[in-house]
């Protein structure tokens, strides 16, 4: 499958988060030249446990809550890898009923399958570690699609840039046919889409650049040493939060190490029907800016993400409201950019000073 790679898109692009005037962009570049507290992050390299102590390659989890059709799919996907059966195990953390489906099929592979009760995706991630033997953690969620070489092209990722603590891959949004109309140009990243521009492995450091959760994989021994995933983030249920993987990338940078964005490394998110809706969207697209307000908040980001801030963004967005309107723009455009407004009046409202 050929698409036309587009720049990096993250939460906070969908937040509307991309510096859009000059003001906005002395503010941030002030801010980052500032020191600021990160919270609960070691400033020196952890101690680490050997990675030759794990007796295989990657562990891949896959956390599931209720899509018993979307796993098998999943699961399929990954017991036809091209890297050798022996070297991986595929850890099934389930976060909702009880799966019917036990994958005897796949008797060539090594599936374990394990319940998180606590319900909240950052447990069953968290859970899904904690039973791994891989030197290397690979996490894809359980709508999406692996293509055959993503867990020997994230191996060979690893082996060749020993100073990286996670690596990123691309997720192509797989839509229906007929595509949904409420799906805008440029916006695929409200699916949790992440494609690149470029071909070659690429070091980032910026949290617009950072990986998402459907193809994120670290280091065993590094994940360990910073204490996993933030427990107080995290999707649970059906709600919109997220920010646990950046919170991640942040600690993996913050003691020294690297990440890495392979573009080779690829899976297709395959993204239930009745997803695609306004609704969605505009939940989504709160729950960025929220989620970025509290990254910077709780002392992970350095993008000022305050009160001011809000109001300004509230601003800027309602005079581009004004400017589609003069142009007669389509009216799924207008939606998105009042959910936009909206969701920084919520924040602005929410922020005592």
């Known amino acids: 499958m050929k698409r036309k790679k587009k720049p990096t898109m993250t939460l906070l692009n969908a937040a509307g988060g991309k510096i859009i005037n000059i003001r906005l962009w002395i503010k941030k570049l002030i801010c980052d030249l500032k020191s600021y507290k990160r919270r609960n992050i070691k400033t020196t390299p952890p101690r680490l446990i050997a990675d030759n102590k794990y007796p295989l390659d990657i562990s891949v989890i896959v956390c599931t809550y209720n899509?018993?059709?979307?796993?098998?799919?999943?699961?399929?996907?990954?017991?036809?890898?091209?890297?050798?059966?022996?070297?991986?195990?595929?850890?099934?953390?389930?976060?909702?009923?009880?799966?019917?489906?036990?994958?005897?099929?796949?008797?060539?592979?090594?599936?374990?399958?394990?319940?998180?009760?606590?319900?909240?995706?950052?447990?069953?991630?968290?859970?899904?570690?904690?039973?791994?033997?891989?030197?290397?953690?690979?996490?894809?969620?359980?709508?999406?699609?692996?293509?055959?070489?993503?867990?020997?092209?994230?191996?060979?990722?690893?082996?060749?840039?020993?100073n990286a603590g996670i690596i990123g891959g691309q997720i192509i949004l797989k839509t229906p046919e007929p595509k949904p109309n409420i799906i805008l140009e440029g916006k695929e990243t409200l699916w949790s889409e992440y494609t690149v521009p470029y071909t070659k492995y690429?070091?980032?450091?910026?949290?617009?650049?950072?990986?998402?959760?459907?193809?994120?994989?670290?280091?065993?021994?590094?994940?360990?040493?910073?204490?996993?995933?933030d427990e107080s983030y995290g999707r649970v249920g059906n709600n919109y939060a997220g920010g646990e993987e950046t919170v991640l990338c942040f600690?993996?940078?913050?003691?020294?190490?690297?990440?890495?964005?392979?573009?080779?490394?690829?899976?297709?998110?395959?993204?239930?029907?009745?997803?695609?809706t306004k609704e969605h969207i505009k939940e989504t697209i709160k729950a960025g800016?929220?989620?970025?307000?509290?990254?910077?908040?709780?002392?992970?980001?350095?993008?000022?993400?305050?009160?001011?801030?809000?109001?300004?963004?509230?601003?800027?967005?309602?005079?581009e409201i004004e400017k589609l309107i003069k142009s007669n723009a389509d009216e799924l455009e207008l939606y998105y950019k009042e959910c936009e407004k909206n969701g920084f009046i919520e924040l602005a409202d929410s922020i005592c000073e």
Not at 202 to 211: D, H, V
Not at 298 to 313: C, Q, T
């Open 202 to 229: 690429r070091e980032i450091n910026k949290q617009y650049e950072f990986p998402f959760g459907a193809n994120f994989s670290v280091r065993h021994n590094i994940f360990n040493a910073v204490g996993g995933f």
């Open 251 to 276: 600690k993996v940078l913050n003691c020294g190490c690297k990440i890495g964005i392979e573009p080779k490394a690829v899976v297709y998110h395959d993204v239930d029907k009745t997803r695609y």
């Open 67 to 162: 899509r018993p059709e979307k796993l098998a799919n999943a699961v399929k996907s990954l017991c036809g890898q091209t890297l050798p059966s022996e070297k991986y195990e595929i850890i099934i953390v389930n976060n909702g009923e009880e799966l019917n489906n036990t994958f005897e099929e796949y008797n060539d592979c090594d599936i374990k399958i394990i319940k998180e009760e606590r319900k909240g995706l950052t447990y069953a991630r968290n859970l899904g570690a904690t039973v791994s033997n891989g030197k290397y953690l690979v996490y894809i969620d359980d709508d999406a699609i692996a293509e055959p070489r993503l867990l020997e092209t994230i191996k060979n990722a690893f082996d060749a840039h020993s």
């Open 289 to 319: 800016i929220f989620t970025t307000y509290r990254l910077y908040k709780d002392g992970y980001s350095p993008a000022a993400w305050d009160k001011s801030y809000a109001l300004e963004r509230i601003n800027i967005a309602e005079r």
